[in-house]
T-cell receptor, first 113, second 111 residues
Framework: NAGVTQTPKFQVLKTGQSMTLQCAQDMNHNSMYWYRQDPGMGLRLIYYSASEGTTDKGEVPNGYNVSRLNKREFSLRLESAAPSQTSVYFC????????????FGPGTRLTVL | DQQVKQNSPSLSVQEGRISILNCDYTNSMFDYFLWYKKYPAEGPTFLISISSIKDKNEDGRFTVFLNKSAKHLSLHIVPSQPGDSAVYFCAANPNTDKLIFGTGTRLQVFP
C-alpha cells in the first residue's frame, strides 16, 4: 500500500506558466482534498471532492482548478501561475464523511518566479 | 478569521519532560478534534483525536484534553523524546467533510 502519492515532488515555474499536480490514493477512499501550506498560515483547503464526480471549493480556491478523474485520482491545475502560489501543496484522502482522519501525501514544493 | 488557533508558534522542552501544546477554537459547534504531526519534507500524519462527548483521550505517551466550556484543547506528551521534534497541527471537524487546521506549533525536544 503506497497510501497517498503526489507528483512531482518539486517544481519551479515562471509567472504565467501552467501545470498540473497529480495525486492518487490506493485506500479506496471516497473523499480527497488539496491543501496548501504557507509559513504561519497552517494548512488551508483549496478544493475537495467528497466523491467521484463531485468537487467543491475550499477556503482558497482562486487561481486553481481540480479534476476528480476517478475514485483514485484527484489533480490540481494552476492555469496561470503567480508568485503568490509559491507554497507546499498537500493532497489528502479520507474514508468517510465527517469524522474520518485524513491521510496525507508527501507534498509538492512549488516555486513560482 | 482564524477558527482554530495555536497561539504558540514554537515550544522547546527537555527530553524526559512533559510537552504541552495548546489549541483554541471559536465555534462551539465543532464536535471532533484531531492532532497531526509533521516532520520536515513529509506530509502530516494523524496522531490522536477526541470527540466532544469526551474530555480526555490517551494513546501511549500522548493524551489530548478537551475543555468545551473554554473551547480549548491540549496535547500532552509524556515523556518527551527527541523523535517528537516536529510541527504539531490541531484540527477541528465541524461535522462536515472538511477539517479546519490551526497554524501549527513547532516542538523541539532537546537532550
Amino acid at each position: 500500500n503506497a497510501g497517498v502519492t503526489q507528483t512531482p515532488k518539486f517544481q519551479v515555474l515562471k509567472t504565467g506558466q501552467s501545470m498540473t499536480l497529480q495525486c492518487a490514493q490506493d485506500m479506496n477512499h471516497n473523499s480527497m482534498y488539496w491543501y496548501r501550506q504557507d509559513p504561519g498560515m497552517g494548512l488551508r483547503l483549496i478544493y475537495y471532492s467528497a466523491s467521484e464526480g463531485t468537487t467543491d471549493k475550499g477556503e482558497v480556491p482562486n487561481g486553481y482548478n481540480v479534476s476528480r478523474l476517478n475514485k483514485r485520482e484527484f489533480s490540481l491545475r494552476l492555469e496561470s501561475a503567480a508568485p503568490s502560489q509559491t507554497s507546499v501543496y498537500f493532497c489528502a484522502s479520507s474514508e468517510t464523511r465527517g469524522f474520518g482522519e485524513q491521510f496525507f501525501g508527501p507534498g509538492t514544493r512549488l516555486t513560482v518566479l | 478569521d482564524q477558527q482554530v488557533k495555536q497561539n504558540s508558534p514554537s515550544l522547546s522542552v527537555q527530553e524526559g519532560r512533559i510537552s504541552i501544546l495548546n489549541c483554541d477554537y471559536t465555534n462551539s459547534m465543532f464536535d471532533y478534534f484531531l492532532w497531526y504531526k509533521k516532520y520536515p519534507a513529509e506530509g502530516p500524519t494523524f496522531l490522536i483525536s477526541i470527540s466532544s462527548i469526551k474530555d480526555k483521550n490517551e494513546d501511549g505517551r500522548f493524551t489530548v484534553f478537551l475543555n468545551k466550556s473554554a473551547k480549548h484543547l491540549s496535547l500532552h506528551i509524556v515523556p518527551s523524546q527527541p523523535g517528537d521534534s516536529a510541527v504539531y497541527f490541531c484540527a477541528a471537524n465541524p461535522n462536515t467533510d472538511k477539517l479546519i487546521f490551526g497554524t501549527g506549533t513547532r516542538l523541539q525536544v532537546f537532550p
